[in-house]
């Protein structure tokens, strides 16, 4: 089949004095059937490449799927009446909710199951997400979230769980994430809405029982800069509603016990300056960078911000980045980065400790606890080669007790791989943290097929974790490395200011001297070099492939975000008016000719480029889907080799591909196919 060649029809965009042509502009419009026919068409030819190379693919699936335990079951976290947990199968697609009834660890095993949302079930044969699950303050109850199309609007149901019926309070447009919250008595639930962008705007009250359309209106934010996200303290006492931009916070509380307040401000929004609010004995705890690059915890009366009255804990340390704090009965446990890693702290009697760990390379983080009177705390711990362990953190004392180690099927000795940290050297001078892993024996004959990780954005962190489904590209002998990249904030808040804005260059030129740094130090070579990333780390390929291409023989763009100026230049495209303090305001003419510098879609060139395996979504919110096809139909057009380039768009789905876990593992396993075979992987 010859490769789909989108018609060309002019459309300048004139800005700044500067002209920007955009012959593929129209593939905008999914309402225009020639749209649909073009993208129907790079399927069939994604297909037909991709069957090609099935024998890889399902050898590869069949390896995931052979390292899912048959069951799995998260370890049970204490409510009040009921322990509640997830559980998996290994045959099916999602998980399902349980809980059992006891008070203390020692009674589970006796306890009946009671199952509370069998994804499984709601799911059907249809695409599912299924996000926040919120149970009331009396454990009857169960408000949850759910989508079938993909996109960020959810629908809110409440389900009775006495009688494992649906109430009749349903109501539409709530928001993906952090945006249903109980108050303490259980009869109303409070939650967010969004507006036509899916930019959550709005705080509703619903009163259990009510007609939703009677519900009132709390809040709305009429900057379209900012976003709103709703939380409960950890005590359950307080409600906090949170209204941000990347840069600057706002926060609102009420006691959730009188849900019928007026919420109160605590520090009016100033611009970069952010904080974020929990309730520990009889204060606010106030987590913020005011004065404080990298964050430190005061303690204020709960009342509005006072400065006089703000208590600093503990002494401010600039080489810790501070991102969370917990509080619990008897201290806090504070989650932040030191040293390229994850780190908790505790916080008891005045004094602070840092936690110590096993491992060179690990990622731990706080997992899920439901009561503030705990004497245990559930921490998460795990590293390339170590499975997600679940720790009780006894928080006066610091002491940790592992309670469950998650199972791995199949043959797995970590003694078999390696795991380490290089650094290499980016054009500026500046050191990149490198993660790598792979097989003591992977590099005894010479450099090896590498694939390299990235991302790089909104300050967020790629950590060493265990991900099963590496271990049948390990075992062919691929080293997997993941380059930490400025503009996440993987070595603190600064590492993260340095890769964004009119810094956001060091992304892309960080991510070439990795692969520069592990061809010379003899991991890998040009041709046995393959990249890949998401989203954001789509971009970061694109940008790759424009800059320096010939570093790489493969590269896979997951939903990329390769249109930079066009999007950033249309408030009405989700997410657009959110992302101005990630990128700029193209505006502005500073910004626009810098984003101009560095957008893929604006700097393909009639040059050569790698294979490239590009994906997306009909119903992404996030980055469009014309975004990855235009320019797909722009490569075809420019570049001047006979490398492959296909694309899939998945006619169902949004941001985050297929719902159900075989068939996202099976898509994974394509695209690791065809990055696998351009770097020279024999799979027999």
Request: aromatic share 12%; hydrophobic share 35%.
């Amino acid at each position: 089949m010859e490769a789909p060649k989108a018609k060309r029809i002019p459309h300048p965009h004139t800005i700044h004095g500067d002209t920007r042509p955009d012959d593929y502009y129209w593939l905008r419009d999914k309402s225009d059937p020639d749209v649909i026919l073009y993208l129907e068409a790079e399927n069939e030819y994604y297909r037909e490449h991709v069957d090609a190379l099935s024998h890889i693919t399902d050898h590869l699936y069949a390896e995931m799927v052979a390292r899912i335990p048959e069951s799995e079951q998260k370890v049970p976290v204490q409510g009040d009446l009921y322990f509640y947990y997830t559980r998996m199968e290994k045959s099916l697609q999602y998980p399902v909710y349980a809980r059992k009834r006891a008070a203390d660890r020692t009674q589970l095993a006796a306890a009946e199951e009671e199952i509370i949302l069998d994804l499984n079930e709601l799911a059907g044969d249809g695409y599912l997400s299924v996000t926040e699950t919120r149970i009331s303050p009396d454990e009857t109850k169960l408000a949850y979230l759910e989508n079938r199309d993909g996109t960020d609007r959810y629908t809110l149901f409440v389900k009775d769980l006495t009688t494992g019926e649906l109430l009749p309070d349903r109501i539409e447009n709530v928001f993906i994430g952090d945006s249903v919250e109980w108050d303490a008595t259980g009869s109303y639930l409070f939650y967010t809405t969004v507006d036509e962008s899916q930019r959550p705007y709005r705080l509703w009250r619903h009163q259990l029982g009510d007609d939703p359309t009677n519900d009132s209106l709390l809040y709305e934010e009429s900057d379209v800069t900012y976003v709103l996200s709703l939380a409960k303290s950890q005590s359950g006492r307080y409600l906090f509603l949170t209204s941000s931009t990347k840069t600057t916070t706002e926060v609102r509380y009420i006691a959730a016990d009188h849900p019928l307040a007026s919420w109160t401000v605590f520090a009016p929004r100033e611009t970069d300056v952010e904080y974020s609010l929990e309730h520990w004995r009889d204060h606010l705890l106030v987590l913020t960078n005011r004065n404080r690059f990298n964050f430190s915890l005061f303690e204020h009366p709960i009342a509005p911000l006072n400065p006089t009255q703000m208590r600093e804990l503990f002494a401010y340390d600039d080489t810790r980045y501070l991102l969370a704090v917990h509080p619990f009965r008897d201290a806090l446990v504070i989650e932040g980065r030191q040293d390229g890693l994850t780190q908790i702290w505790t916080y008891c009697d005045g004094n602070l400790q840092r936690l110590a760990w096993p491992d060179q390379l690990y990622a731990v983080h706080v997992s899920e606890n439901r009561r503030y009177d705990t004497s245990e705390v559930l921490l998460a711990y795990e590293s390339f080669l170590t499975p997600r362990t679940t720790y009780a953190l006894q928080p006066k004392t610091g002491s940790l007790s592992a309670l469950q180690t998650a199972p791995v099927s199949g043959p797995f000795d970590p003694q078999m791989y390696r795991q380490e940290r290089i650094w290499a050297t980016a054009e500026d001078g500046v050191q990149v943290p490198v993660s790598i892993v792979y097989r003591q024996d992977a590099l005894q004959n010479g450099p090896a097929p590498l694939l390299l990780y990235g991302y790089g954005s909104y300050g967020h962190n790629l950590d060493p974790a265990f991900m099963p489904q590496l271990l049948p590209i390990l075992d062919l002998g691929v080293v997997y490395a993941i380059a930490h990249v400025r503009g996440g904030s993987e070595m603190g808040r600064q590492w993260y200011e340095n890769g964004k804005m009119l810094n956001k260059r060091n992304t892309f030129t960080d991510f070439i001297a990795t692969a520069d740094d592990l061809i010379r130090r003899g991991y890998t070579t040009r041709t046995q070099l393959a990249a890949d990333g998401r989203s954001a780390g789509g971009l970061l390929m694109g940008a790759v492939a424009n800059l320096g291409g010939d570093r790489f023989a493969a590269l896979s763009a997951g939903v990329p975000f390769v249109d930079v100026v066009t999007t950033m230049l249309d408030p009405t495209i989700p997410l657009t008016t959110l992302e101005w303090d990630e990128w700029g305001n193209p505006e502005d003419p500073e910004y626009y000719a810098y984003m101009k510098s560095y957008s893929p879609y604006d700097n393909v060139e009639a040059k050569a480029y790698p294979h490239i395996i590009v994906t997306t979504g009909i119903n992404d919110p996030r980055v469009a889907y014309w975004e990855p096809a235009k320019w797909v139909a722009r490569l075809r057009t420019m570049k001047s080799d006979d490398t492959v380039l296909v694309m899939k768009t998945h006619m169902g789905a949004g941001h985050f591909g297929s719902s159900g876990r075989l068939e996202h593992m099976r898509e994974q396993a394509e695209i690791y196919a065809f990055l696998l075979d351009k770097i020279g992987v024999q799979v027999h």
